[in-house]
């Protein structure tokens, strides 16, 4: 965590938000801790959101990379 904390380097967490091993609150909470991460949550996804909805996770990693806005 502190290495983190210390950069400013961009970040993206991609969660399901009906995730009920790790929950959508501790995603939350690193978002808005540490600096310039962003967080796309998947509708109707568990603790493996790219097996729910593979589609919407390519577009937000593809967004991500390539530096443009949300998918």
Do not use: C
């Not at 801790?33 to 996770?57: C, Q």
């Amino acid at each position: 965590m502190p290495a983190l904390l210390a950069t400013d380097v961009p970040k993206l967490l991609v969660w399901g938000e009906d995730d009920t091993f790790q929950k959508l609150s501790y995603a939350e909470r690193f978002a808005d801790e540490v600096p310039n991460t962003t967080l796309t949550r998947v509708p109707k996804a568990g603790h493996i959101p790219m097996e729910n909805d593979p589609s919407l996770v390519a577009r937000t990693l593809a967004a991500f990379f390539l530096g443009t806005d949300r998918p």
